[in-house]
Nanobody, 120 residues
Framework: QVHLVQSTGGPVQAGESMKLSCRAT????????MAWFRQAEGKEREVVATIDTDGKIYYVDSVKGRFTVSRDYSKTTLYLEMDGLKPEDTGMYYCAASSSACDASDWRVWGHGTQVTVSS
């Protein structure tokens, strides 16, 4: 069975950077689309960034120019480089994987979540 293992997060100061990783373990882990979601307390989960095997990337407007999503296929790992962090970036970050297109909303495997807390 495939699992998505996320790196740890933690508290950071506004303006600083943090890099999250999400490693797929087990067989059958070559997903067409992988994504990062986040959910703040009391709010709904939102898509932060997606990337497919063709290199097509999507970012939510609020993180454009600050976040970079990438995949290392040799390590079967998804990354999210977060620069210029803001307090509004605070939330639980989840990675997810889909065997179909990124806009299909068919997220079959989820990571356990990484808490990111940005202080001003």
């Amino acid at each position: 069975q495939v699992h998505l293992v996320q790196s740890t997060g933690g508290p950071v100061q506004a303006g600083e950077s943090m890099k999250l990783s999400c490693r797929a373990t087990g067989y059958g882990n070559k997903f067409y689309c992988m994504a990062w979601f986040r959910q703040a307390e009391g709010k709904e989960r939102e898509v932060v960034a997606t990337i497919d095997t063709d290199g097509k990337i999507y970012y939510v407007d609020s993180v454009k120019g600050r976040f970079t999503v990438s995949r290392d296929y040799s390590k079967t790992t998804l990354y999210l480089e977060m620069d210029g962090l803001k307090p509004e970036d605070t939330g639980m970050y989840y990675c997810a994987a889909s065997s179909s297109a990124c806009d299909a909303s068919d997220w079959r495997v989820w990571g356990h979540g990484t808490q990111v807390t940005v202080s001003s």
